[in-house]
């Protein structure tokens, strides 16, 4: 079974600091992406990647940037966090028949 | 930009009984999916049915899928207390470079 790993499933920053938020992918997938998730809004695309240094903004990229040096891994930056970025995260590889996601990371910024 | 509509929003039944969610989407798609969610999980990828398929079963879980109306649904039978959860459908577009555009998502609860 494809396994996909969120590093931290709850975690508590500060407001201004840079957060990482990491996610591997053990199965040599191309395609991964990262989510986040709210109640009432649903799951919305911040970022992904289709290959190793290759990333793609989604719908909601602000405040956000990504990283993507080796395949397994898709890493999700917080520049400068807010309030606002307090949420789930969801990370996700693909496969012909669909995507396998990782527990989530629930991200509080006080 | 939400592609993926689901209704109704929550459905609350007793085990035993049939439930069905509803999605309807905007564009052309490649396929569309359903997802589960157990709360506070990842999501959990239940079925993918074709544009040129109409309908397609997988365990107590049928789909079909009218891309004249741009419609999906999901048909859950003989339902149990562990089918609690939330139910996503995704779409891919036909357009190339993509990814999976979500809906928000039906809230079953199944009673015992």
């Known amino acids: 079974d494809v396994k996909v790993t969120q590093s931290s499933r709850y975690l508590v920053k500060r407001t201004g600091e840079k957060v990482f938020l990491e996610c591997v992918q053990d199965?040599?997938?191309?395609?991964m992406f990262w989510y986040r998730q709210d109640p009432g809004l649903g799951l919305r695309l911040i970022y992904f990647?289709?290959?190793?240094?290759?990333?793609e903004k989604g719908d909601i990229p602000e405040g956000y940037s990504v990283s993507r040096e080796k395949k397994e891994r898709f890493s999700l930056i917080l520049e400068s966090a807010s309030t606002n970025q307090t949420s789930m995260y969801l990370c996700?590889?693909?496969?012909?028949?669909?995507?396998?996601f990782g527990s989530g990371t629930r991200l509080t910024v006080v | 930009s939400q592609q993926g509509e689901e209704d109704p929003q929550a459905l609350s039944i007793q085990e035993g009984e049939n439930a069905t969610m509803n999605c309807s989407y905007k564009t052309s798609i490649n396929n569309l999916q359903w997802y589960r969610q157990n709360s506070g999980r990842g999501l959990v990828h239940l079925i993918l049915i074709r544009s040129n398929e109409r309908e397609k079963h997988s365990g107590r879980l049928r789909v079909t899928l009218d891309t004249s109306k741009k419609s999906s649904s999901l048909l859950i039978t003989a339902s149990r207390a562990a089918d609690t959860a939330s139910y996503f459908c995704a779409t891919e577009k036909t357009q190339a470079g993509t990814a999976l555009i979500f809906g928000k998502g039906t809230t079953l609860s199944v009673s015992s």
């Open positions: 990647s289709y290959d190793v240094k290759m990333k």
């Open positions: 199965m040599d997938h191309e395609n």
């Open positions: 996700a590889s693909s496969h012909l028949y669909g995507y396998t």
